[in-house]
């Protein structure tokens, strides 16, 4: 059984944006089809990865980092829901998102603004 690393409540944590991954082209491709202002994403990326589940904000102002509500060491946070925070940003899509890793399956669900 895997185990579900979820975040910790409260506070923000800045996350570097992934500058390259193998997994831009089919996020671009479902945010592409779901359109800018979709409620609800999901993409599969393939098996593996850490499984995650973390609140995500993707700022107009910053163009290198993104904030999450999960701790732990940036370094070990999922690939994919950081080439994931990053296709948001260079689409100009911003926002607050609950971001999902399960499975292979990368979803994002669009939120209220958050205030951690």
Known sequence: MRRVVKSSG???Q???YSTRSSF???IENAVEKAGRDFADLAVYLGPRGYVRDAVIQIPGSDSRSFLTSWKGDPTRFSARLRAAAAVLARRGIHGTFRAIHRDGT?????QAGWHG
Do not use: I, M
């Open 14 to 16: 800045s996350v570097p």
């Open 106 to 110: 990368v979803t994002l669900r669009r």
């Open 10 to 12: 409260g506070g923000k």
């Open 24 to 26: 831009f082209p089919a």
